[in-house]
């Protein structure tokens, strides 16, 4: 919830101030910040997403500022595209597959 507010907050600012070329950088690192700390109750991928939000940020503000169609395309859709297909492959592991064999022959006993 605090990233969610702070990112409330700033992007009126950047509206307020005509900055609004640093809203999607900005939203992408609150996205990365807020992300962080909910992977202490969700699984570990989710750090590795905040993670690679945060990194994208500062590589987008330091090389490559004003591109803020990119920002948003690169940010969120292609990590979200490749954190899908990480986990869609973790799960199709073959030692992952029988952990859920097993887990469901649990739940019928």
Known sequence: MPAFVAGGAISVALW????????PA????????????SSFFAPC??????ASCLVLCVVVL?????????????GF????VVF???VLLAERRPERQQQ?????????T
Not at 62 to 74: D, S
Request: aromatic share 10%; net charge negative; glycine share 12%.
């Open 16 to 23: 307020q101030t005509g900055q609004l070329e640093f809203l």
């Open 62 to 74: 330091v090389i490559l500022p004003g591109w803020p169609l990119l920002t948003m395309a690169v």
């Open 84 to 86: 899908g297909a990480c």
């Open 26 to 37: 900005m939203w992408l690192t609150v996205y990365g910040a807020g992300a962080l700390p």
């Open 45 to 50: 991928s989710i750090a590795w997403l905040g």
């Open 100 to 108: 859920a064999g097993w887990a469901t022959l649990e739940e019928l």
């Open 77 to 80: 859709v292609v990590t979200h």
